[in-house]
């Protein structure tokens, strides 16, 4: 019981995140924040879900493969940044 509580926690908290990263990039547009964003609405609906398989943990590979593409998004967006023409 604890568990599904604490996962709706951190699904709570990822959510305001990912709010917090949309705000700035409303105001800026820098594709940075907006990778964030996504990242923390990946992160918010991995821990809504978790509950609800079969055996919840963080050994899902669901969770890992989740998680890796909202940390690739990051990644192209640093990278993005980094090497773009000005």
């Known amino acids: 019981m604890i568990t599904i509580f604490l996962l709706g926690f951190t699904a709570s908290?990822?959510?305001a995140a990912s709010l917090?990263?949309?705000r700035f990039w409303r105001d800026t547009h820098?594709?940075?924040f907006l990778a964030f964003t996504a990242f923390f609405l990946i992160e918010a609906v991995t821990r809504i879900l978790l509950p609800f398989?079969?055996?919840p943990g963080?050994?899902?590979p669901w969770v890992y493969i989740a998680r890796l593409v909202?940390?690739?998004l990051i990644l192209?967006?640093?990278l993005r940044k980094n090497y773009q023409r000005s």
């Open 30 to 32: 820098d594709m940075l």
């Open 20 to 22: 917090f990263f949309l």
């Open 13 to 15: 908290a990822s959510l």
């Open 76 to 78: 192209a967006a640093i």
């Open 53 to 55: 398989f079969a055996r």
């Open 70 to 72: 909202g940390l690739l």
């Open 58 to 60: 963080e050994g899902s």
